[in-house]
C-alpha cells in the first residue's frame, strides 16, 4: 500500500491507541489533529465550532462548508464527523474516515476493494445461525421470528463487523410513520379535551372518515409484523406478547371500521350521548405506535448487551505484520496468519495471534484479557496473548495459535455460549408465562361480559375498552426479558474483568455456595517453588553444601530439585556435574558430586542411611511450621545439614480471603501437601479449615462430602489433579494459568490464575441473581396489578377505564425498565 507521509496522524487517531478523555479535534479540511489550545484558525458553523491547521484550511471550509462537514466511510458507508473522526487514514494523497477501527482495518488490508465505487455491504458471514434471546434452544440457519415468543432471532455468535439489526432499522421505520399519522389523530380526538374543538370545525362525519384514513395505514400496513406473529403464535400454539397486540388491535379497529361502514348494525348500547357510535381508531393506532416505540428501545437496549462479545471480538487487530523468510515485512489480513509465521508488534500495536516473543522487550497491557490494569514485561520465551496491547518496545514474535484456537476467541465463544443459557430460576418464569396468555384472554373476556351487563351505558363501549386494556397491558415480554437480559449483560461484564463465566447456571449456583474449597499451590501459592534457607553443620559452608546439593538435584526432575538449582545459580554459586544418580521413591536421591558422596531427601532416607539428626531434626521442624520443604542433606555418609524451599504466597492471597469471608464465605484449603507446611500457610491467610495430605480421589470425596450436607460447595484449582473435585463440586472454579482439563471440568474461569478473580466471580454473580429478582418482581407485580387495573376495578373510585393507549405505554415501558435495570450490571464495580 503507498501510503501518504501522514503516518504519525494515522496512528493519532488509531483505535490501538489510548482513548483520550476528550474527544479528537481534527481539522476538517486536510484531516490533521489540531490542539484546540494552541491559537489556530477557528471558524463558527452550524452553532459548531471548527479549528484548522492554518487560515488556509479555514479559508477552503468557509467557501464550501458542506463539502468538508461530514465524510462517508468507505467501508461500511456511514456518514462520519470530519472534525471529531478518530479513526482516518491518508491513501494516495486523499484522506478517508472512518466510523470505527474494524472499518479502519479493513480499508488497510484492502483498500483497492473499497476505492471501487461498490457499495459497502454489511452481511452476516455465510453459515451464520440464529437463535431467539428468550429461547436459546431456537436455533435456525437463517433469520425469522421464534415460534415460542415470536422475537426476532439474532446471530448465535455477533460479529464485530455486524451492521445494523435490521428488525430495528424496520421498526424504527414502521414507528415513524406510525407517530406521525398517530399524532393528527389525537388531535382530531383529544383536541375537545384541551379546548381544541376540531371536530366543531370539521364535522363529527369528517372527523370520522379523516381518522378512518389516518389509522388504516397504522394498522394494515405498519403493524403487519404484530398480525404475522400472532398469527404464527396461534399456528405454534404458543400464544404470546403478540397474540394479545394483534387481539387487542384488531378487535379496536375491526369494531371501529364496521361502527363507520354499517352504523346501523350497532343497538342502542352502543350509542354515545350525540347518538352515534363511538370508534377507537385512535387506540388501534397509537396503540401499535407506542409499541414500535417500545420495541426500538428495546432493541437498542438489547444490543448494548452484545458490546461485551463485540468489544471483545475488536480487541483483535485486522491486519498483523508478517517477516517473510527474505525479511521483507508487509500488513496482511489476520485470517492469512498462520501458525508458526514471525510477526513484528510495534509500539502501540494490538498482538494479532497467541505466541511467543523470540526477540525484544517490552510491557504489554493485558487488562482487557485478565481485568489487571498493570503492564506486564515481556522478554524472549514469554507467551504473547492476542488482543493485549504492546506498550513501549518493539518485539518480534511467534505466532502459536491462530484463528479460532487463540485464547480470544475462546473467550468470546464461551461468553457467547453463556450468554445463550438458561439460569434455574427462568423455570419460574417460564411456568407461569406458559400459563400466562391463556388466563389474559379469559380475564379479557371476562371483563368484556361482565361490562356488558352490569356496566353503565354505553355498556358495550366500556366492554369494550376494558378488555382491549386487559389484552394490551398483560404482555408477557417483561416477565421473559428478566432473566436472558440480566444474563447476558453479566457475563459480558465478567469477561471484561477476566471471568468467564460458562453458563448461567454457574452463575447462580455460585451465589447459593457458601463453602469454597481451594488448593494451595498455584491457587494460594505462587506455584513455583523457592530456595529459602540453607542450615549447615561445623566442618562445611553453606556456599559448599548448597553446591553439593544443587549438582546433586540437577539430575532431577522434582519441582523442588529446580528451585535449588536456580537458588545456587542467583547465588552465583557454579553447579557441579552428578555421577551415579539414584532416585529412591517418596525418600529423596544420591549420587556423587565432586568426588563426594551426596544424599539428600527426608528424615526416612537418613534413617536408612544409619544416620542420627539430632539438633537438625529439630531446625527442620522450625522450617515446616513457617510454611517450608525442608530437606536433609547428608555428605560421605554423616549429616551435613539442611536446604529449604518454600512456594511463596500470592501477595493478592491474604486481601482475597479476608474479602471472601466478608461475601460470606468459609475457606477450607485442600492440598496434597504435608499438615505442618499447609496449617503454616493457613494460619498465615486465615483459612477456617485445614485438609492436607490429599490425594485427587480424597479431593474428590471431600467434596461430595459437603455437597451430600447440602452446604452448597465451589472447588477452586488449576491442575490435572484437582479436574475430578471441580467436575464434581456445585461450582468448579478453574484458575486460567492451569491445565486445559481443569478448564474444562469448571463452570467459571479465571483468566488470571489469583484468588482477587473468584472474588469479582463472587460479587458478579450475587448482583446478577439480585437483579434477576429485581426483574421478575417487577414483572411479577407488574402484571399483578397492571390486569385488574385495565378489567375495571377502581372504576368505581376513580369513575374512568384505563385507556388502551396508557395500557400499550405501560406495556412498552415495562420491557424497556426491566432491560434498563439489567444493563445497570455492565457498570457493577468488581
Known amino acids: 500500500m503507498k501510503h501518504s507521509d501522514d503516518h504519525t496522524d494515522h496512528h493519532a487517531g488509531h483505535a490501538h491507541a489510548k482513548p483520550a ?178 371536530r366543531d370545525w370539521i364535522g363529527e362525519t369528517t372527523a370520522v372518515w379523516l381518522e378512518f384514513l389516518l389509522a388504516t395505514p397504522v394498522v394494515l400496513w405498519a403493524a403487519l409484523p404484530f398480525f404475522r406473529r400472532g398469527w404464527d403464535s396461534i399456528l405454534n400454539r404458543s400464544p404470546n406478547m403478540w397474540t394479545l397486540i394483534s387481539l387487542g388491535v384488531g378487535a379496536a379497529y375491526l369494531y371501529s371500521v364496521v361502527a363507520v361502514l354499517l352504523p346501523d348494525l350497532f343497538p342502542h ?83 494479532p495471534v497467541d505466541g511467543v516473543v523470540l526477540e525484544g522487550r517490552s510491557s504489554v497491557d493485558e487488562s482487557m484479557i485478565t481485568g489487571e490494569p498493570l503492564p506486564v514485561e515481556k522478554t524472549e520465551g514469554d507467551k504473547l496473548t492476542g488482543g493485549t496491547l504492546n506498550k513501549n518496545g518493539a518485539l518480534i514474535m511467534r505466532a502459536d495459535k491462530v484463528g479460532a484456537d487463540t485464547v480470544l476467541s475462546q473467550i468470546v465463544d464461551m461468553v457467547a455460549k453463556a450468554q445463550r443459557s438458561r439460569a434455574p430460576i427462568q423455570g419460574l418464569a417460564d411456568r407461569v408465562s406458559f400459563y400466562f396468555v391463556p388466563t389474559v384472554v379469559l380475564i379479557a373476556i371476562a371483563a368484556f361480559i361482565a361490562w356488558a351487563i352490569f356496566g353503565p351505558e354505553p355498556s358495550m ?54 463453602t469454597l474449597i481451594v488448593d494451595k499451590t498455584g491457587t494460594l501459592t505462587e506455584g513455583r517453588p523457592q530456595l529459602t534457607d540453607v542450615v549447615t553443620t561445623a566442618g562445611i559452608s553453606d556456599d559448599e553444601l548448597l553446591a553439593l546439593a544443587a549438582g546433586l538435584e540437577k539430575g532431577s526432575e522434582h519441582p523442588l530439585a529446580d528451585a535449588i538449582v536456580e537458588g545456587a545459580g542467583k547465588r552465583g554459586i557454579a553447579v557441579p556435574e552428578v555421577q551415579h544418580f539414584e532416585s529412591v521413591t517418596g525418600k529423596g536421591v544420591s549420587g556423587t558430586v565432586s568426588g563426594r558422596k551426596v544424599a539428600l531427601g527426608n528424615a526416612a532416607m537418613m534413617t536408612d542411611l544409619g544416620m542420627e539428626l539430632g539438633d537438625l531434626a529439630a531446625g527442620a521442624d522450625a522450617l515446616r511450621s513457617d510454611g517450608k520443604t525442608a530437606m536433609f542433606v547428608a555428605v560421605d555418609g554423616k549429616p551435613a545439614g539442611i536446604v529449604a524451599v518454600a512456594d511463596p504466597i500470592k501477595a493478592t492471597a491474604a486481601e482475597a480471603i479476608r474479602a471472601l469471608h466478608d461475601l460470606g464465605l468459609k475457606i477450607i484449603m485442600a492440598t496434597g501437601d504435608n499438615e505442618r507446611t499447609a496449617r503454616a500457610v493457613a494460619q498465615k491467610l486465615g483459612i477456617d479449615e485445614v485438609r492436607a495430605d490429599m490425594l485427587p480421589e480424597s479431593k474428590k470425596a471431600l467434596v461430595d462430602e459437603l455437597c451430600a450436607r447440602g452446604q452448597g460447595v465451589a472447588m477452586a484449582g488449576d491442575g490435572v489433579n484437582d479436574a475430578p473435585a471441580l467436575a464434581a463440586a456445585d461450582v468448579g472454579i478453574a484458575m486460567g494459568t492451569g491445565a486445559d482439563v481443569a478448564m474444562e471440568s469448571a463452570g467459571i474461569t479465571l483468566l488470571k490464575g489469583d484468588l482477587t478473580g473468584i472474588v469479582r466471580a463472587r460479587k458478579l454473580a450475587q448482583a446478577t441473581i439480585g437483579n434477576i429478582k429485581q426483574n421478575l418482581f417487577f414483572a411479577f407485580v407488574y402484571n399483578v396489578l397492571g390486569v385488574p387495573v385495565a378489567a375495571g376495578v377502581l372504576y368505581p373510585v376513580l369513575g374512568t377505564l384505563l385507556s388502551p393507549m396508557i395500557a400499550a405505554a405501560a406495556m412498552s415501558l415495562s420491557s424497556v425498565s426491566v432491560i434498563a435495570n439489567a444493563l445497570r450490571l455492565r457498570a457493577i464495580k468488581l
Open 21 to 198: 478523555a476528550e474527544a479528537v479535534v481534527r481539522d476538517p479540511v486536510c484531516g490533521m489533529l489540531v490542539d484546540p489550545r494552541a491559537g489556530k484558525p477557528t471558524l463558527q458553523h452550524g452553532g459548531h465550532l471548527y479549528h484548522f491547521c492554518s487560515a488556509s484550511c479555514r479559508d477552503k471550509f468557509q467557501a464550501a462548508p458542506d463539502r468538508y462537514v461530514s465524510a462517508k466511510d468507505p467501508v461500511c458507508g456511514m456518514d462520519v464527523a470530519r472534525d471529531t473522526a478518530r479513526h482516518f487514514l491518508k491513501y494516495e494523497g486523499t484522506g478517508h474516515y472512518f466510523c470505527s477501527s474494524t472499518c479502519e482495518g479493513k480499508f488497510t488490508a484492502e483498500p483497492a476493494k473499497y476505492l471501487s465505487g461498490k457499495p459497502a455491504v454489511q452481511a452476516m458471514p455465510k453459515g451464520t445461525q440464529y437463535t431467539c434471546p428468550m429461547h436459546p434452544e431456537i436455533i435456525r440457519d437463517k433469520p425469522g421470528s421464534c415460534p415460542i415468543c415470536g422475537m426476532a432471532l439474532e446471530p448465535l455468535m455477533p460479529s464485530a463487523d455486524d451492521g445494523p439489526n435490521p428488525e430495528l432499522v424496520d421498526f424504527t421505520h414502521r414507528f415513524w410513520v406510525s407517530a406521525a399519522l398517530s399524532i393528527p389523530l389525537l388531535v382530531i380526538t383529544m383536541g375537545p379535551m384541551v379546548g381544541l374543538p376540531v
Open 269 to 351: 348500547e352502543f350509542r354515545g350521548h350525540g347518538g352515534s357510535v363511538p370508534v377507537y381508531f385512535e387506540a388501534a393506532a397509537v396503540i401499535v405506535a407506542l409499541v414500535f416505540l417500545g420495541q426500538v428501545l428495546e432493541l437498542r437496549a438489547r444490543e448494548r448487551t452484545g458490546s461485551a462479545i463485540r468489544a471483545l471480538l475488536d480487541l483483535a487487530p485486522k491486519t498483523a505484520r508478517r517477516i517473510a523468510q527474505d525479511g521483507s515485512e508487509s500488513d496482511v489480513p489476520l485470517e492469512q496468519v498462520a501458525s508458526g509465521e514471525r510477526l513484528r508488534i510495534r509500539p502501540g500495536d494490538a498482538v
Open 461 to 514: 363501549v366500556y366492554a369494550i375498552v376494558s378488555a382491549v386494556s386487559v389484552l394490551i397491558i398483560a404482555c408477557p415480554c417483561a416477565l421473559g426479558l428478566a432473566t436472558p437480559m440480566s444474563v447476558m449483560t453479566a457475563t459480558g461484564r465478567g469477561a471484561q474483568a477476566g471471568v468467564l463465566i460458562k453458563d448461567a447456571e454457574a452463575l447462580e449456583r455460585f451465589a447459593r455456595v457458601r
